[in-house]
């Protein structure tokens, strides 16, 4: 609960405004409590990656489980991977806060983890694509999904600037180019309906 609060004033203030009193007003907590279970705003920002972390391993497996497809499944994972990012605003601090990790050891530990369980996820489901006959025979896999993770990072930041309809939409709409030509005819409606 504090975690995901955390994330939502994160989207809101960007790096600047986010404060131990902002996180607990949220979750209407005095700040002292915060201040016992995180020790400072660093504390916080830690415990938020470890949980992103975790977030990111579990999710691939919960939208799998909902969707009958690898490809419905894949195209969920990118989209609920990004939910917390409705708005160009807070795209713009969650990705200040990249910026943040970036620069800090332990907080790129964190964030490269995540990149390395996403990519995970995103091969893992491709394979199941090109195993069912999703995706053509002889698809590259692991270039597909390495394509795929590069293509929805840069529609966001994209969307971002264009501002042109929601992300979700942006993210399908660049989804669905990079994996079409990978798509046997027979499975193009799958693509669409995703």
Same mark, same amino acid.
């Given at each position: 609960?504090?975690?995901?609060?955390?994330?939502?004033?994160?989207?809101r203030v960007g790096p600047a405004g986010l404060t131990l009193a902002a996180v607990a007003r949220e979750v209407?907590?005095?700040? *002292?409590?915060?201040? =016992?279970?995180?020790? &400072?705003?660093? !504390?916080? /920002?830690? $415990? %938020?990656?470890?949980? +992103? @972390?975790?977030?990111?391993?579990?999710?691939? *497996?919960?939208?799998? =489980?909902?969707?009958? &497809?690898?490809? !419905?499944? /894949?195209? $969920? %994972?990118?989209?609920? +991977? @990004?939910?917390?990012?409705?708005?160009?605003?807070?795209?713009?601090?969650?990705?200040?806060?990249?910026?943040?990790?970036?620069?800090?050891?332990?907080?790129?530990?964190?964030?490269?983890?995540?990149?390395?369980?996403?990519?995970?996820?995103?091969?893992?489901?491709?394979?199941?694509?090109?195993?069912?006959?999703?995706?053509?025979?002889?698809?590259?896999?692991?270039?597909?999904?390495?394509?795929?993770?590069?293509?929805?990072?840069?529609?966001?930041?994209?969307?971002?600037?264009?501002?042109?309809?929601?992300?979700?939409?942006?993210?399908?709409?660049?989804?669905?180019?990079?994996?079409?030509?990978?798509?046997?005819?027979?499975?193009?409606?799958?693509?669409?309906?995703?």
């Amino acid at each position: 609960m504090i975690l995901h609060a955390a994330a939502r004033v994160m989207g809101r203030v960007g790096p600047a405004g986010l404060t131990l009193a902002a996180v607990a007003r949220e979750v209407e907590l005095v700040p *002292g409590t915060l201040v =016992q279970r995180f020790g &400072s705003k660093r !504390g916080l /920002l830690l $415990a %938020l990656a470890d949980r +992103s @972390v975790q977030y990111a391993s579990e999710l691939a *497996g919960r939208v799998r =489980q909902s969707h009958d &497809s690898a490809l !419905g499944a /894949l195209a $969920a %994972l990118t989209v609920e +991977s @990004v939910s917390a990012m409705a708005t160009p605003e807070s795209f713009a601090n969650h990705l200040a806060f990249l910026c943040m990790d970036l620069t800090d050891p332990e907080l790129y530990e964190r964030a490269l983890a995540v990149h390395r369980a996403h990519a995970q996820a995103i091969e893992e489901l491709l394979a199941e694509a090109a195993g069912t006959g999703e995706l053509r025979a002889g698809t590259d896999v692991a270039a597909l999904a390495r394509t795929v993770q590069a293509v929805t990072a840069g529609a966001g930041l994209t969307w971002a600037l264009e501002r042109q309809g929601t992300l979700e939409q942006r993210l399908r709409q660049e989804l669905d180019a990079v994996l079409s030509p990978h798509v046997p005819p027979r499975h193009s409606h799958d693509l669409e309906e995703a």
